[in-house]
């Protein structure tokens, strides 16, 4: 069973780290506007560092000075099911898979913008739910208080790197 891990990361510029367990490493995305749930949304999708495993599903607040400061929360993590064979199909430029999260789920594929970099667009395909999804998990996983705030008096998370 292969598994997805969906951060939502509130760094400088907030962004979803969109991870898939994938040949022994967790293959990592950072989507600014997080994944759609809208099967007409197209989201941009970019290529950052394997990070080690045991930092891949790190939730809680990175410290001031270290890289990615800021608070960072689990958004969901399940498994997930290629549709083809993994490796072949990133090398090929387009990732499809059929995630089982409790908030993401159904058909989405990661494909390949072309030109420099390895920029790719993340989507659904036509079996997904709706965006109330998608704004009911971001309302439920917001402190009362702006991130930045939070992170400042945070007592509910660990302080820990990551
Ligand atoms: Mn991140």
């Known amino acids: 069973m292969l598994k997805f891990v969906v951060r939502e990361h509130h760094a400088a510029h907030l962004?979803?780290?969109?991870?898939?367990?994938m040949g022994g490493v967790l293959k990592s995305w950072a989507i600014p506007k997080g994944p759609s749930m809208n099967s007409?949304?197209?989201?941009?999708?970019?290529?950052?560092?394997?990070?080690?495993?045991?930092?891949?599903?790190?939730?809680?607040?990175?410290?001031?000075?270290?890289?990615?400061?800021?608070?960072?929360?689990?958004?969901?993590?399940?498994?997930f099911e290629p549709l083809d064979d993994p490796e072949a199909a990133l090398a090929n430029g387009r990732l499809s898979f059929r995630l089982k999260g409790k908030w993401l789920t159904g058909e989405f594929a990661l494909a390949s913008l072309g030109g420099k970099g390895d920029r790719k667009l993340c989507h659904p395909g036509k079996d997904v739910v709706t965006t109330e999804v998608m704004k009911r998990r971001r309302a439920s996983v917001s402190p009362p208080v702006p991130w930045q705030d939070f992170c400042k008096s945070a007592h509910r998370y660990p302080a820990a790197g990551g």
């Open 15 to 21: 962004h979803y780290d969109f991870r898939l367990h």
């Open 40 to 79: 007409t949304e197209r989201r941009l999708a970019i290529r950052v560092d394997d990070p080690l495993i045991a930092h891949g599903e790190f939730a809680g607040i990175i410290p001031e000075g270290r890289y990615g400061a800021g608070a960072v929360v689990i958004w969901d993590t399940s498994s």
